[in-house]
């Protein structure tokens, strides 16, 4: 009963029923995601409903609410040390000294003067000997470098000197005749310096007593090689009447495929001394071609010496008794 009558009071007092004075009244739609808070009480007819206070940057509670006070960006970290700046740190741990120790030294920079005295006065001075096999390496270098220079000055001047120069004036017939006639010459001294050799060696020979061996050595080699000759000479000789004679042979000898590269070569391609030694070479193959042609048209029929010629064999060699 008397509950009763208290809430007839209070609804007298308060001018009848209305929804602000339900103090637990709690919104029938919630969004997600959001605070759910209960709502503050009435005072009267008014809601009073508290003032929040703005967070620091440390209390945020989210890292873009944070205000960057001191002006650093927040992706700067400043490294912090655990302990005291102003404590050293060999107070703080000390290790018992031992005789092994060294002292530190203290190391203070010495003045421009004293440290280029000093290096001047440590600087060991050099022995007389070595400073004399030194000098002697140098002028051996010296003299050494000099002569080379010299030797390769001399070769060039020698080079542009003897070396000579294909002028397009009237001269240059009178400079390939006299080419000619030196590279005959050089032919010939070479020919009789071989004679002279081989004249030394068989007066070698003879004082030596061997004469009798080498007469027999000679006619073993004699008899091997006219045995060979007589069996190429009849095998040959039947191959050349099956192919028509002598003249056949000529034929098929001036249509080899030597002649035919031997007639692709260019001698413009050559340096000029190349292309000197090639005419003095190109003349005396036919001077010797043209004796050729000339023993090979008397030559009708094959025979021993003309087969020994081709195959570049003296027949006196092998045959020395037809000719005494």
């Known amino acids: ?10 609804e007298k007092d ?26 503050p009480p009435l005072s009267g007819d008014k809601l009073e ?8 940057p440390e209390f945020a509670s989210s890292p873009l609410d944070r205000r960057q006070l001191d002006g650093t960006p927040n992706s700067v970290i400043t490294p912090q040390k655990s302990r005291s700046i102003s404590t050293p740190t060999h107070l703080l741990k000390r290790r018992t ?47 050494s470098s000099s002569s080379s220079s010299e030797r390769k000055i001399g070769a060039s001047q020698m080079r542009s000197v003897t070396s000579p120069l294909m002028s397009r004036g009237p001269d240059n017939g009178d400079l390939t005749k006299l080419r000619r006639e030196s590279a005959q010459l050089d032919r010939e001294i070479r020919k ?21 061996d080498i ?10 090689a006219r045995m060979a000759a007589n069996h190429l000479y009849n095998e040959t000789s039947v191959k050349v ?6 003249e056949e042979l000529k034929k098929r000898i001036n249509d080899s495929p030597f002649q035919d590269e031997r007639a692709e070569f260019d001698p413009q391609s050559l340096s000029p001394e190349d292309r000197a030694k090639y005419e003095d070479l190109k003349a005396q193959y036919e001077q010797d071609m043209g004796k050729k042609d000339k023993e090979e048209e008397e030559v009708n029929e094959f025979t021993m010496p003309y ?11 092998l045959f020395p008794e037809e000719y005494q």
């Open 1 to 10: 009963m008397e509950q009763r009558e208290g809430e007839k009071e209070k």
């Open 192 to 212: 009789w310096r071989r004679l002279v050799d081989l004249a030394n060696k068989a007066q070698k020979y003879e004082e030596q007593n061997r004469e009798r």
């Open 14 to 39: 308060g001018g009848g029923t209305s929804p602000l004075s339900m103090p637990a009244c709690e919104s029938p739609k919630k969004t997600p995601g959001h605070h759910s808070s209960p709502l």
């Open 307 to 317: 087969m020994l010629k081709l195959l570049n064999v003296d027949h006196k060699l």
């Open 49 to 56: 409903i508290p003032k929040r206070r703005k967070l620091e």
């Open 97 to 143: 000294p031992s005789l092994a120790d060294k002292p530190i030294p203290v190391l203070s920079p010495p003045s421009p003067a004293l440290s280029t005295e000093s290096h001047v006065s440590k600087t060991p001075p050099i022995p007389s000997s070595v400073e004399s096999r030194d000098s002697g390496m140098l002028t051996a270098e010296s003299s």
């Open 241 to 246: 009447d099956a192919m028509g004679g002598v």
């Open 215 to 224: 007469k027999g050595l000679i006619e073993d080699w004699r008899s091997a």
